[in-house]
């Protein structure tokens, strides 16, 4: 993977996370890297599972693979920000 590749997924990983946080209710007190985290790890994961599925590839925008990644990324920051917040008081 070249450095494209890399600021690439920075670049997704934070808007995939960033979405997912918006779909999640309330605050959380998470840091901006484990939202990129977060997104890389939901993006990589839903891609994975749209081919699983049979929808990794559609014209136009993927949009099941979309839905898939942000609400796995809502997920893991609802699990995130209740784990870290357990861990702060």
Do not use: C
Not at 19 to 28: A, D, E, M, Y
Request: glycine share 14%.
């Amino acid at each position: 993977m070249g450095i494209s590749g890399i600021i690439t997924a920075i670049v997704i990983g934070a808007i995939i996370g960033a979405l997912g946080r918006l779909v999640v209710r309330g605050k959380q007190r998470i840091s901006i890297l484990a939202t990129i985290v977060i997104g890389i790890i939901a993006a990589l994961i839903g891609t994975w599972l749209a081919q699983v599925v049979g929808v990794e590839t559609t014209d136009g925008i993927d949009w099941i693979e979309l839905v898939f990644q942000i609400g796995l990324a809502a997920i893991f920051v609802s699990l995130y920000a209740g784990w870290a917040g357990k861990n702060r008081r």
